[in-house]
């Protein structure tokens, strides 16, 4: 007998703030691993870990390579269950069609902000291969809306991408936004790839909202921000970077709990920060009671049992002391980019409700595996635990040339109980404290950088030869101007 499986991306999410903002999906989890750690620091390379269970260096998707096409199927969770009908769908462009994450999947749609209604026009893709400016491009959209084989859907995506930038750059700039990233368009789509797909399947989807820009949104709990009306984020991080280096380092705070200033005495910066931390809170909240929603529709569609799995890709810096000043996923293995969510809804056999051993995503193919064939593997990982990126995430070459020590470097972690140690293809090494009671914290340990010798046998390629291989394999994607687009709004251009 198997079962389905599927696995929900939450991407962006660390695990202090999923405690704070996510009770719902908590209460309906069988099992959670507050310990879990990704195997990358950003989407690309996460995504690959996680469907093949190894580490950049190994399955070779990372910065300078970040085409998911180039992994072979045999090589993923997708390959092990063959009986399995795979099928996904994802908000996030980098783990999307444009970067070849469709190639693992029989069936798989791309979500953006811009196109809610899956099954319509694209009208942002249609408009940017039409640029000619004035009223014929209005007549084009409607035009290819009325003869597109959806032309209600068609229609109304035009609608949305119309009001949508009438409240970013337009008229209406000022008001909340009445979209999310897509959370309800996933939820839509995947439901129906259930019903048009024979049982049993493995499905992954990956859900945007808690990646930056951080908006004001109608969808989301207005009692958890208090920001200007219609209030969009634009943090500086090279500012955070600089003021956090006023901070002594020691690490306090930075686990979602109150009080979790930068310390910066820049008050404008220091408004900005909290308005971007309280709503990536709130947008975390939304998500929890959309979640909820979406695994009892995919549930209620299905004739087998259906374990899910929440987990998110990588975390996020938030610019506190533990987070080093440091804002957003760029070249970062803080703990507040590892520490990530993972629980588990509805395994086969019984599990304890939490699981207070290590897990690492380089787990989760072997976890999915397992459970499609209704067995009950220890979640908790065999192996030591690491994670390793190669370079600094796209759209960071301001960051990278204000301090190129810092940003363009290659780095591992390894985790030796409550102690991490971190370093860069230089031999540079940091030793930090971390605790099982405290999710996202950590604190420099001066003179505490011996590398975990347990680990030696999960990098078989000296980090320096890892980076000089991969920048030599360096590859330029052609891209539309869609996704371009929509990179240049995530902050990857």
């Known amino acids: 007998m198997t079962r389905n499986v599927v696995v929900c991306c939450l991407d962006t999410v660390r695990q202090d703030y999923f405690a704070r903002f996510a009770p719902r999906l908590r209460e309906r989890a069988d099992v959670t691993a507050p310990g879990c750690r990704a195997a990358s ?30 992994l072979d199927v045999a090589d993923t969770v997708f390959g092990d269950l063959s009986e399995h009908a795979s099928i996904g769908v994802s908000a996030n462009v980098y783990a999307g069609s444009a970067f070849g994450f469709d190639a693992l999947f029989d069936r798989f749609v791309d979500v953006s902000r811009d196109h809610r209604f899956d099954r319509g026009l694209d009208v942002s893709s249609f408009v940017d291969d039409h640029p000619e400016p004035g009223v014929g491009r209005y007549l084009d959209v409607a035009r290819a809306a009325l ?63 808690a990646h930056e820009p951080h908006r004001d949104t109608l969808g989301y709990d207005s009692q958890l921000y208090d920001v200007p009306r219609g209030w969009r984020s634009s943090v500086d991080p090279q500012a955070v970077a600089t003021a956090g280096r006023a901070d002594d380092g020691d690490g306090d705070g930075g686990d979602g ?36 929603d979406f695994v009892d529709a995919v549930q209620a569609a299905t004739d087998r049992e259906t374990t899910v799995v929440v987990t998110a890709d990588h975390g996020e810096n938030l610019g506190t002391p533990a987070d080093e000043g440091a804002l957003g996923h760029v070249t970062s293995l803080s703990e507040g980019v590892l520490n990530v969510p993972f629980l588990v809804i509805d395994p086969p056999g019984s599990y304890p409700s939490t699981v207070t051993d290590p897990v690492s995503h380089c787990d989760l193919r072997r976890l999915v595996r397992a459970f499609a064939r209704e067995k009950s593997p220890s979640i908790s990982s065999a192996e030591p635990v690491v994670a390793e990126v190669a370079g600094p995430t796209p759209g960071n070459e301001t960051l990278v040339e204000a301090e190129p020590d810092r940003w363009d470097r290659a780095l591992r972690a390894a985790y030796d109980g409550e102690r991490k140690v971190v370093w860069d293809d230089d031999g540079d090494a940091t030793g930090y404290e971390i605790s099982s009671d405290r999710p996202c914290w950590q604190r420099r340990v001066p ?17 320096d030869e890892f980076r000089d291989r991969a920048t030599a394999d360096a590859d330029e994607t052609d891209l539309d101007a869609g996704v371009e687009e929509r990179l240049r709004d995530l902050g990857y251009r």
């Open 447 to 463: 003179g505490d950088a011996e590398r975990p010798p347990a680990a030696a046998c999960r990098f078989e390629v000296p980090l």
């Open 257 to 292: 709990r109150e009080g979790d200033g930068d310390r910066s005495g820049d008050e404008a910066l220091e408004t900005a920060l909290e308005r971007y931390r309280s709503t990536y809170g709130a947008s975390i909240e939304y998500l929890d009671r959309k979640l909820v």
């Open 41 to 70: 620091g950003w989407s690309v390379p996460s995504h690959a870990s996680m469907v093949t269970g190894d580490l950049p260096h190994e399955h070779g998707v990372h910065t300078y390579e970040p085409g998911l096409d180039a």
């Open 147 to 209: 003869a597109h084989d959806r032309p209600g859907r068609s229609l109304a995506n035009a609608a949305c991408l119309a009001a949508g930038q009438a409240i970013e750059t337009g008229p209406l700039d000022g008001l909340p936004t009445p979209f999310d990233d897509g959370a309800a368009t996933i939820s839509r789509a995947f439901t129906r790839l259930v019903d048009d797909t024979s049982e049993p399947f493995v499905g992954f989807c990956n859900f945007m909202e």
